[in-house]
């Protein structure tokens, strides 16, 4: 008879239990007497499980699971796995159904007297192809005779890296329901590992009353093999393995170390249960060893550490000190053997070490370290040691000084081992005396007051230069109330700043910096008592390299202890900020002076640069101080005709120093009439230059050549060199005798509301003068004069006035005339 393959869906019609392979897989529940046998085969390989008591065979129909399979391609192999579930009185059977829809199942079911099945619950797999539900064990982790967990392999399972890796399955289960309870793997990275092909329950192996269990990888280690160890809790399974046993460590020839799995037998009949394990071709046995659980105790002679009482001489100096009593005792499990169990401890002072104190506060006598290790064999008895411990300065003695006791077995392979889910890390602690009242609890009142020490205001900007910048503060801190521990000052300060020093040197006060941005001053080291105060002077320097428009500094006073009022222990300053640039311009010309003769006939016709005039070249120095800016502007201004329409200067190059630091926007503006190709006809009016003192871009009409500096380096000179020719024949043709010819340069930063230049502009004179040219008398003089003349005639009138000179006799003279004409008329009458 021909048949398809297994799995294929095809052809399978007619078949029930021919092929079903009827024990594929057994249980035994003995609650019930009946041997379950799992029939992968059955109904054309949908697979069922087969129920026996004594002689009574009880065949699950197809029907019995076809609702819950859901099995299209008949392949679900269900009975790969059997087992049971306990409730207290009531049993739940349990089948795999590993290839169920692809990704797998496990089926939850029970079986009534009259043989008839009731599907309970049932759990399908995560991914495809993980052969989830090929591997059942249920665990009583308590010992109550109820399954508390059901696990459930997956030894396919695949990686997101798509790494065979395998997963086990935890469920909780209540009245047969499933809960997942999350899941088990091996450490990565694994591959091919086959974690949880066999899992088997232990009857607890660390002997602390709970049931544990073993998890097989036996293609793990390159098919050597691994075991895995996970101890149970409460009612649960510690999901971090205890002990990885490799194969290859027990014989280098082992294969498939972990392919199945036993543990229900003490094999040397020392009360332990010990564990069978399968290899290709052999088995290995494993004897359980005994548990030993360490513990341990400190005390403290004194039990307070006074750091103002220092009774003990280290290395010739006085300092406070006490001494740790240290105790070790062991309990076993099983009492026989009794130990000891051989271990070596550490000794770490301050092991946490807080940011306040980056060092311990104590250190051992006997080591001058922080650190002390020691070994010790450990029994049932106590073992005591005694330690010395001196008290270091440090800026901490408010928190308790902490001892921390770890320990370590020193050989794991002998008998006992160390539990490694008992204690093996201890923490112990001694206080300090703080002389804070009857509640030992100091509650102090600092008072932080700031000002700025430096000329600075929150309003005027400051002005950095090379000459000024500091940035100095005046801090004063007070203690009001109890004593405060600790005080310390911590200044957070914007990136434009660096700490630089405090000042003036004393023991009162300690700054370091030990984060970015901030500094962090010790204040009355080692207490801060009420009423006192302490006075100091904290200096910065500005950063250059973070130029910002305001300097920040943030200060708070704080101590280990209480702050009653808070409030006062805040200070911010905000300084607006501006740079000085340092950059300097400079320029060099080759003439300073043109004389116009106008003996020289004007050319008409330009053929070289020689027919315009004399050359006039000057050089444009930038030089830079200590900033690094990115970016400077320069301008260059040249007045090149007149308002008449005459010609002024001709450009004929400009030029910038290699490497690209500088570059110049001028090509438009070089040689426009690309003198020496051809001839030009060119012509000029008798143009009136009198009254004007300078032609400049005021004046006159200019063009502009603008230029950039980008990422100047400190301390260094930057060149343009302009060559221009002066046209003759404007200055010949025209009337004037002197007149100033002025070039400008302009300079100016990126952000010239924070850097700031104090000289942007400088001029660039050639001074032309016209012999021979009657020079016309300026408004000036004209109008000067007129007010002289003014004045002088008003100061005459004025003194004649003074004298008399305009008082009015005429009347009086008239009358004395008339008097004496009636006198002679009256003599002539008389006669």
């Known amino acids: 008879m021909l048949c398809s393959h297994t799995g294929t869906g095809k052809g399978m019609g007619n078949f029930e239990m021919e092929m079903s392979q009827v024990g594929f897989s057994a249980h035994y529940s003995s609650k019930q007497d009946v041997m379950m046998l799992g029939a992968v085969g059955a109904y054309a390989w949908s697979g069922t499980v087969v129920h026996q008591t004594g002689s009574k065979v009880d065949i699950l129909p197809f029907s019995a699971f076809e609702g819950t399979l859901q099995d299209k391609n008949h392949s679900s192999l269900l009975g790969y796995s059997v087992t049971t579930l306990s409730d207290g009185s009531t049993e739940y059977f349990v089948a795999g159904a590993p290839r169920s829809n692809h990704s797998g199942q496990v089926i939850v079911y029970t079986v009534n007297a009259q043989k008839q099945s009731a599907i309970i619950d049932s759990e399908r797999g995560k991914q ?61 990275p694994t591959e091919n590992a086959r974690f949880g092909m066999a899992i088997s329950a232990v009857p607890d192996l ?70 069978s ?80 104190r980056v060092m311990s506060r104590g250190l051992f006598t006997k080591t001058n370290e922080r650190f002390l290790t020691e070994k010790a064999k450990i029994s049932s008895a106590s073992l005591c040691r005694d330690y010395q411990i001196y008290i270091q300065e440090a800026p901490d003695f408010v928190n308790s000084l902490s001892l921390k006791v770890e320990i370590e077995q020193q050989n794991a392979d002998v008998n006992p081992v160390l539990d490694v889910f008992s204690g093996s890390a201890w923490e112990f ?22 000002k700025t020490a ?62 970015t941005q901030a500094v962090t001053c010790q204040v009355g080291y080692p207490v ?50 501006r740079y000085d640039a340092g950059i300097v311009l400079s320029r060099q010309s080759n003439i300073d002076f043109y004389v116009a003769d106008a003996a020289v006939p004007v050319v008409t016709t330009v053929a070289s640069l020689d027919d315009i005039g004399p050359e006039f070249n000057f050089t444009v120095k930038v030089s830079t101080s200590n900033f690094p800016i990115n970016l400077v502007y320069l301008t260059i201004a040249l007045p090149v005709t007149t308002k008449g329409g005459n010609q002024l200067l001709y450009i004929t190059s ?41 032609l400049d871009c005021k004046s006159a009409k200019c063009e502009y050549i603008k230029c950039i500096l980008k990422d100047t380096e400190v301390k260094s000179d930057y060149f343009v060199k302009v060559k221009t020719r002066i046209w003759s024949g ?102």
């Not at 010739?316 to 401890?345: E, M």
């Not at 602690?429 to 008072?447: A, E, M, Q, R």
């Not at 008003?794 to 008399?804: D, E, I, M, N």
């Open 128 to 188: 495809i192809g993980s052969y989830f539900g090929s591997v059942l064990c249920p665990l009583d982790v308590d010992r109550d005779g109820v399954t508390d967990l059901l696990l459930v392999g997956a030894p396919m399972f695949m990686s997101d890296l798509k790494r065979e890796e395998g997963r086990v399955y935890l469920f909780s289960v209540t009245k047969g329901i499933l809960n997942e309870q999350g899941f088990l793997n091996g450490p990565p």
């Open 206 to 275: 660390d002997l602390d009353g709970y049931n544990d269990v073993v998890v097989g990888a036996p293609l793990e280690d390159t098919g050597k093999g691994v075991i895995y160890i996970y101890n149970g809790q409460l009612k649960a399974l510690n999901k971090q393995f205890s002990q990885r046993i490799f194969g290859s460590k027990l014989d280098p020839q082992l294969q498939y170390f972990g392919r199945s799995l036993d543990s229900y037998m003490d094999l040397n009949d020392d009360t332990l249960p010990d564990i």
């Open 277 to 356: 394990i399968g290899t290709y071709g052999k088995v290995v046995q494993l004897w359980s060893r005994g548990v030993a659980s360490v513990s341990a105790k400190a005390s403290f002679n004194p039990d307070k550490i006074n750091i103002f009482n220092k009774p003990c001489d280290i290395n010739g100096r006085k300092l406070s000190c006490f001494t740790t009593n240290l105790c070790f005792s062991a309990a076993f499990r099983p009492k026989n053997p009794v130990g000891p169990i051989d271990i070596s401890y550490t000794l770490t002072l301050d092991a946490d070490l807080h940011a306040s």
């Open 429 to 450: 602690f001694i206080p300090f005396t703080k002389d804070c009242g009857s509640d030992d609890v100091c509650v102090s009142d600092l008072v932080l007051s700031v």
């Open 454 to 515: 430096t000329k600075a205001s929150s309003s005027a900007p400051v002005l950095v230069s090379a000459n000024n910048r500091e940035l100095s503060f005046e801090v004063v801190v007070k203690n009001k109330k109890e004593n405060a521990y600790n005080t310390q000052v911590l200044a957070t300060y914007s990136d434009n700043l660096y700490y630089s020093s405090v000042s003036p040197p004393t023991d009162e006060v300690k700054c370091t910096s030990t984060q």
């Open 528 to 577: 801060l008592k009420q009423d006192q105060e302490v006075n100091f002077r904290i200096n910065f320097d500005y950063n250059l390299d973070q130029l910002q428009n305001r300097a920040e500094v943030k200060f708070e006073a704080k101590s280990d202890g209480k702050e009653e009022i808070p409030a006062d222990n805040k200070v911010d300053i905000s300084i607006p900020v």
């Open 654 to 694: 400009v030029d910038t120093q290699t490497g690209g630091a500088v570059s110049c926007d001028s090509s438009s503006l070089v040689d426009p009439l690309k003198i020496g190709v051809k001839s030009h006809k060119v012509s000029f009016s008798e143009e009136s230059l009198r009254g004007m003192q300078k």
């Open 730 to 831: 404007t200055f010949i043709s025209a009337t004037y005798q002197t007149i100033e010819l002025t070039s400008t340069v302009d300079v100016e930063t990126s952000d010239p509301n924070l850097l700031i230049i104090d000289l942007k502009h400088l001029p660039v004179v050639v001074t032309v003068s016209k012999p021979g040219e009657k020079g016309d008398v300026p408004v000036g003089v004209v109008v000067g004069s007129v007010i002289a003349g003014l004045l002088l005639l008003a100061l005459a009138v004025g003194l004649l006035w003074k004298f008399g000179f305009f008082k009015r006799k005429y009347q009086q003279l008239q009358r004395e005339a008339d008097d004496d004409a009636q006198s002679h008329a009256h003599v002539d009458e008389v006669l």
